[in-house]
T-cell receptor, first 114, second 113 residues
Framework: GQQLNQSPQSMFIQEGEDVSMNCTSSSIFNTWLWYKQEPGEGPVLLIALYKAGELTSNGRLTAQFGITRKDSFLNISASIPSDVGIYFCAGTRNYGGSQGNLIFGKGTKLSVKP | KAGVTQTPRYLIKTRGQQVTLSCSPISGHRSVSWYQQTPGQGLQFLFEYFSETQRNKGNFPGRFSGRQFSNSRSEMNVSTLELGDSALYLC????????????FGEGSRLTVL
């Protein structure tokens, strides 16, 4: 079945550093999304991307929909301790009338050292 | 606006038992999806309900079932529990279909002994 390859699996950085993570697929997606999950919580939607080449920001977070439609990138600038969590990418082709066609990556675990 | 509410938050069962988990979606959301999250497999789609109808089903055995009520609240049931069913079960609601924009609850953590 379809898979998303998310990298890196984990990151341990110093507060104030910038962070980059990415997600690739062998399949084309029409929508890319990035979620963040903090300990003891469910994932929360950070950014949704709907168009190839689109660059969208949400505060210190910036995500891009790859031009090939097979990848997406998430950058976090000037990291702070509350950025700690697991970041998941997700992709969908928006068909079939179901959210069940949404595919999740395995996540990037971010740790921030004050 | 209240978020997605899942009950219970934590539960412990023994092998062979069955369990029912409940999910109340955000008001106005008619789509409810269920996911199983484990460290090894990540987020795996179980099933989705919309207007009381199952729209899609993941690759899980028949021991896993669900339903949705007319008020959009949903339940999932796992029968004949196995050790490998220990996981965080997440419910997510959404306003529409196909969007990928899900609002997750905090999950129900199931431990099977």
């Amino acid at each position: 079945g379809q898979q998303l390859n998310q990298s890196p699996q984990s990151m341990f950085i110093q507060e104030g550093e910038d962070v980059s993570m990415n997600c690739t697929s062998s399949s084309i997606f029409n929508t890319w999304l990035w979620y963040k999950q903090e300990p003891g919580e469910g994932p929360v939607l950070l950014i949704a991307l709907y168009k190839a080449g689109e660059l969208t920001s949400n505060g210190r977070l910036t995500a891009q929909f790859g031009i090939t439609r097979k990848d997406s990138f998430l950058n976090i600038s000037a990291s702070i301790p509350s950025d700690v969590g697991i970041y998941f990418c997700a992709g969908t082709r928006n068909y079939g009338g179901s959210q069940g066609n949404l595919i999740f990556g395995k996540g990037t675990k971010l740790s921030v050292k004050p | 606006k209240a978020g997605v509410t899942q009950t219970p938050r934590y539960l412990i069962k023994t092998r062979g038992q069955q369990v029912t988990l409940s999910c109340s979606p955000i008001s106005g959301h008619r789509s409810v999806s269920w996911y199983q999250q484990t460290p090894g497999q990540g987020l795996q789609f179980l099933f989705e309900y919309f207007s009381e109808t199952q729209r899609n089903k993941g690759n899980f055995p028949g021991r896993f079932s669900g339903r949705q009520f007319s008020n959009s609240r949903s339940e999932m049931n796992v029968s004949t529990l196995e050790l490998g069913d220990s996981a965080l079960y997440l419910c997510a609601s959404s306003l529409g279909l196909n969007t990928g924009e899900l609002f997750f609850g905090e999950g129900s953590r199931l431990t099977v002994l």
